[in-house]
């Protein structure tokens, strides 16, 4: 395992608060870059392979900038019927997709890379849940986005705040991969790539 002090840097690829806070609880230090990359889904490109795709560009695209360092890309992607279910940006958007998914069991593909700058190598992996929404009125769905605003999360929900209160069942093998950053996965990968987590 390689020390903190001699460990290469580590960054996380993403605007997300939510992946920057899911990734302070492993307590390494790392550094934060936006990547710009378009994240349009490739005609006819299957979820999981649009997750999987974007993750990828994510990190090679701030491993370009940053040489020698080891980066996090991850993208989610959200599906109903095999349909994606982007972010919805407004109020009325949200209120839309809350009410189809109502009822209904929605598939989330976090996709995650950690691209290694030393060797030029990546490891890849999607994580999938399964999230069962309850179905509630349409007042009861308004008032919670009215409270929360989940206008940047695909879904329209914030599971790891009162958006809980929507979900009736989560299914995954990683609780923290709806959120948007799988840590399962991704403390096997620096730990395959050399990091400790527990130094004496």
Known sequence: MIPTSTAPRLIL??????????LERLRLPFDVLVPDIDETPLPGELPEATALRLARAKAEAVAARAPGSVVI?????????????????????ALAQLQTMRGRRV???????????RT????????Q?????????????????????????????????LGIAILERIDSTDPTALTGLPLIALTGMLRQAGFSFFQQ
């Not at 890309?73 to 958007?93: C, F, M, R, W, Y």
């Not at 598939?107 to 700058?117: E, K, N, R, S, Y």
């Not at 030029?120 to 994580?127: H, L, R, S, W």
């Not at 009125?137 to 008032?143: M, W």
């Open 107 to 117: 598939v989330f593909h976090t996709a995650l890379c950690l691209w290694d700058g």
């Open 129 to 161: 849940t399964f999230v069962t929404v309850r179905d509630l009125p349409d007042a009861e769905l308004d008032a919670y986005l009215r409270i929360e605003q989940p206008y940047d999360c695909a879904g329209s929900a914030k599971n790891e705040a």
């Open 73 to 93: 890309g991850s993208d989610q992607v959200a599906t109903l019927d095999g349909e994606q279910i982007g972010k919805p940006g407004n109020h009325a958007n």
């Open 120 to 127: 030029g190598t990546a490891q890849v992996e999607n994580v």
């Open 13 to 22: 690829a993403s605007s997300s608060a939510y992946r920057r806070e899911l």
